[in-house]
């Protein structure tokens, strides 16, 4: 049997008789290859922000700057266009076509005047928050810094990936022994039968596939002994569906402490990078097993006291999505706003827990403390530094969906190239012709590269938080002096005006 016949996953072709064997062949091992390749180029952009961060974030400012430029220009341009035109908004009034709308003069001043104060909003902000910008990127810089001197930070999605995977085995294995735990009822029945004997057994009869047997009915040769059901009676039986919602419950808990576990791990772990005074020598060997370990020893109850606070709001918006599948066709107008008000309300209520709980769970990393403590600490260190939370928010948001966009863009489209035959590697005997459906690759391609990014990202992501919490305490508990150094590296202090006092020479010396 030929090499290049032997496609198990995407090919038809097999031209010998003979069982089909599992070869590895190139087919099968580009997916591969495309994951692999989306994870060194994950790695590799998150390790070059310390170099490129500065220029990425200005190109991308300016790039927007100049979209609004061009918008601002193509709208005085449209505007001066129709400028003779005798149609106007009054006389087109309401119409579901638009781009009647697209020929009068006023539609055009309309959008030019909004994009002109979009545009000088922007350049505002930019003019008066130019040193808040200017410290985002060094904290992203940083950022890039820590994970460059602990890369086994980058593997500890994988233990929240287990973690999560029995979590979900667990919740399974409870909710298949609850629904088997009464005993199994069998009923005789007569299946496909028309005599008149058969026609008697009507499924009342229990019996047990042991004491069974078919020559109790003569007459109905089909009478069988079949499953009904398992037996409902009894306590137990009779709170089944009570004990099934305590599992349900049990695993959203399980599955947010798991999500804790790991913040408050790999805050731990940059955290003690960045109160090393002397970096890289004093940071602690195995901070990332430092960090499991200290949050496993000390702080268990803070976590699961944050994990069950946003599992009680999770269990409130499930139940109002029952209650609005349950009654959307009896609800009139009134009760669907009121009901769409509450869904949107605790919606935001889950992004505020989850915002704050982990802001929380650095606190608890950095300092020790119970987690209403630390939460306190951590939303009113926030809420003096609020404007700096916004610039470093959105400047990372940015920073992280461009990469995201260049992974799982960029892996896509040469996956695209090669299942497509448009590139051919040397000495591969892979053909496109030889797939019969060519998408099914390059979508599992894609979908394993954004998963690789943002597992990825998601530990950048909580560097940078914990960083800047980090940063803020620092600024407020030191003041550069020899008692109270600062911790933050010589670019902020730069950037902020500040630096360390030097010990005196000659002093301090018997």
């Known amino acids: 049997m030929k090499r ?19 070869v590895v062949t190139p087919v099968h091992l580009s997916p591969l290859s495309g994951l692999l390749i989306a994870m060194v180029v994950s790695l590799l952009f998150l390790l070059l922000l310390r170099f490129t961060a500065p220029v990425m974030v200005w190109v991308l400012i300016i790039g927007v700057l100049g979209a609004g430029a061009y918008g601002i220009w193509h709208c005085y341009w449209e505007y001066d ?24 003069q006023e539609t055009w001043l309309a959008f030019l005047i909004i994009i002109s104060v979009a545009e000088a909003i922007i350049l505002l902000t930019l003019i008066f928050l130019r040193t808040r910008i200017l410290i985002a990127i060094a904290l992203i810089q940083e950022s890039s810094k820590a994970i460059s001197h602990m ?3 980058l593997l500890y999605p994988l233990i929240t990936f287990v973690l999560l995977l029995v979590c979900v085995a667990y919740w399974g294995a409870t909710a298949l022994y609850l629904a088997t735990s009464g005993g199994p009822i069998y009923r005789v029945v007569a299946l496909n039968a028309t005599n008149d004997e058969c026609k008697s057994i009507n499924g009342s009869v229990t019996f047990t596939t042991e004491n069974f047997t078919s020559s109790d009915y003569p007459g109905c040769p089909s009478a069988s002994c079949i499953f009904i059901r398992y ?11 009570n004990l099934q919602i305590y599992n349900a419950v049990a695993f959203l808990w399980c599955v947010n402490f798991v999500i804790a576990l790991g913040q408050c791990t790999l805050a731990g772990a940059f955290a003690s990078y960045y109160w090393a005074f002397t970096k890289p020598d004093d940071i602690p060997m195995f901070p990332v097993c430092g960090g499991f370990i200290r949050s496993l020893r000390y702080h268990v109850g803070s976590l699961a006291f944050g994990a069950l606070i946003l599992t009680l709001v999770q269990i409130v918006r499930i139940l109002l999505e029952y209650i609005d599948h349950k009654t959307r066709s009896a ?51 926030l809420m003096r530094n609020v404007i700096r939370v916004v610039v470093l928010d959105k400047v990372t948001d940015l920073l992280l969906f461009f990469g995201k966009l260049l992974v799982v863009g960029g892996v896509g489209v040469l996956s695209f190239f090669f299942f497509s035959g448009r590139i051919l590697l040397p000495g591969s005997t ?3 012709e030889t797939l019969n459906y060519y998408w099914m690759p390059i979508i599992t391609v894609v979908f394993g590269s954004y998963l690789i990014a943002h597992g990825f990202f998601s530990v950048y992501n909580m560097c940078v938080d914990t960083l800047f919490l980090c940063f803020l305490e620092d600024l407020e508990r030191n003041d550069g002096s020899l008692q109270k150094p600062y911790f933050m590296s010589k670019n902020l202090m730069k950037i902020l005006n500040k ?9 301090g010396k018997d």
């Open 231 to 241: 037996n409902n009676e009894g306590l137990l039986q009779r709170n089944i569906f």
């Open 151 to 153: 890369m086994s930070a």
């Open 499 to 507: 630096s360390n006092k030097a010990p005196k020479k000659g002093k």
């Open 430 to 432: 892979f053909r496109s």
């Open 331 to 381: 609800q009139n107008p009134v009760a669907r706003f009121i009901m769409c008000c509450m869904k949107c309300c605790f919606w935001c209520l889950e992004k505020f827990i989850k915002f704050l709980n982990r802001n929380a769970y650095i606190m608890i990393a950095i300092y020790g403390k119970n987690f209403c403590v630390s939460a306190k600490n951590a939303f009113m260190l």
């Open 4 to 22: 290049d016949n032997i496609f198990l996953v995407y090919s038809t072709e097999q031209k010998s008789s003979s069982p089909l064997l599992f």
């Open 81 to 104: 266009n129709y400028k003779n035109s005798s149609s106007s908004i009054t006389n087109v009034g309401f119409t579901t076509n638009f781009s009647v709308y697209l020929q009068v």
